[in-house]
C-alpha cells in the first residue's frame, strides 16, 4: 500500500512553454501531498504543501505564479512549471500523507525536468 | 540556518559490517523523526521512523536511535549488504507545528562494498 506515482518520469521541453506534472496516490486517499525539488547532490528543498481543494501554500522563495499547483481531488495534485526556463531543470518529486497514519510521507519516484 | 544536518556527505562500509548513519538536529521542537532511502533518480522511500517518546526502534536490520538530549539520532544497518548502498536522508518534523512538513538533512551516500 501507499503508492505514489508520478507522471511524467522524464521531460524535455523548450525555454518558455509550460509542463505540467502529475502525481497521485494509487492506492490511499492523500489531503496533504507536497513538492519538493531536488539539485544534484543537494537536499530535497520543500516547495509547496497541497491540501485538496484549498489553494497550496508555498515556501519563502517559491514563485507561486511560476509553480502552479493544483490538489483538485484527494488522490490527485499537479504541479505546472509555467514558461520554464534552463535555470528550472531539475528533479521535481511529490510526496503524499496517508490519512490516519500519521507523520510518514509516502514519495512518487520523480520527474525530471530538462528545458533547453 | 540548516535544522537538520547530516555531517557526513559519504560512507564506505563492508558487506557484511554496520553501517552507522548519522544526523543532528537543532529545533528542539521536533519530535518525530524519519529515514528515507533514495537511489538516483527515483523518489525517496520510507525506512523507519522514532517518536521522540522513544529512544530507539528497530526492523529488521535497521535500527533508530534517538539521543534527545543530544539532539541527535542514527541508523544503524546491520549486516549491510550491496543493495543498502544508496542516499540516505534524515527528515524531522515538528508534529506541534500542525502539518505534516518534514525537514530534510543534505543526505549520507552509502556504499557497501562486496
Known amino acids: 500500500g501507499a503508492v505514489v506515482s508520478q507522471h511524467p518520469s522524464r521531460v524535455i521541453c523548450k525555454s518558455g512553454t509550460s509542463v505540467k506534472i502529475e502525481c497521485r496516490s494509487l492506492?490511499?486517499?492523500?489531503?496533504?501531498m507536497f513538492w519538493y525539488r531536488q539539485f544534484p547532490k543537494q537536499s530535497l528543498m520543500l516547495m509547496a504543501t497541497?491540501?485538496?481543494?484549498?489553494?497550496?501554500?508555498?515556501e519563502q522563495g517559491v514563485e507561486k505564479d511560476k509553480f502552479l499547483i493544483n490538489h483538485a481531488s484527494l488522490t490527485l495534485s499537479t504541479l505546472t512549471v509555467t514558461s520554464a526556463h534552463p535555470e528550472d531543470s531539475s528533479f521535481y518529486i511529490c510526496?503524499?500523507?496517508?490519512?490516519?497514519?500519521?507523520?510518514?510521507?509516502?514519495f512518487g519516484p520523480g520527474t525530471r525536468l530538462l528545458v533547453l | 540556518d540548516q535544522q537538520v544536518k547530516q555531517n557526513s556527505p559519504s560512507l564506505s562500509v563492508q558487506e557484511g559490517r554496520i553501517s552507522i548513519l548519522n544526523c543532528d538536529y537543532t529545533?528542539?521542537?521536533?519530535?518525530?523523526f524519519l529515514w528515507y532511502k533514495k537511489y538516483p533518480a527515483e523518489g525517496p522511500t520510507f525506512l523507519i521512523s522514532?517518536?521522540?517518546?522513544?529512544d530507539k526502534n528497530e526492523d529488521g536490520r535497521f535500527t533508530v536511535f534517538l539521543n534527545k538530549s543530544a539532539k541527535h539520532l542514527s541508523l544503524h544497518i546491520v549486516p549491510s549488504q550491496p543493495g543498502d548502498s544508496a542516499v540516505y536522508f534524515c527528515?524531522?518534523?515538528?508534529?506541534?507545528?500542525?502539518?505534516?512538513?518534514?525537514?530534510f538533512g543534505k543526505g549520507t551516500k552509502l556504499s557497501v562494498i562486496p
Open positions: 510526496s503524499a500523507t496517508v490519512q490516519g497514519a500519521g507523520e510518514t510521507q509516502y
Open positions: 492506492d490511499f486517499q492523500a489531503t496533504t
Open positions: 497541497s491540501n485538496e481543494g484549498s489553494k497550496a501554500t508555498y
Open positions: 529545533n528542539s521542537m521536533f519530535d518525530y
Open positions: 522514532i517518536s521522540s517518546i522513544k
Open positions: 527528515a524531522a518534523k515538528d508534529s506541534g507545528a500542525g502539518s505534516y512538513q518534514l525537514t
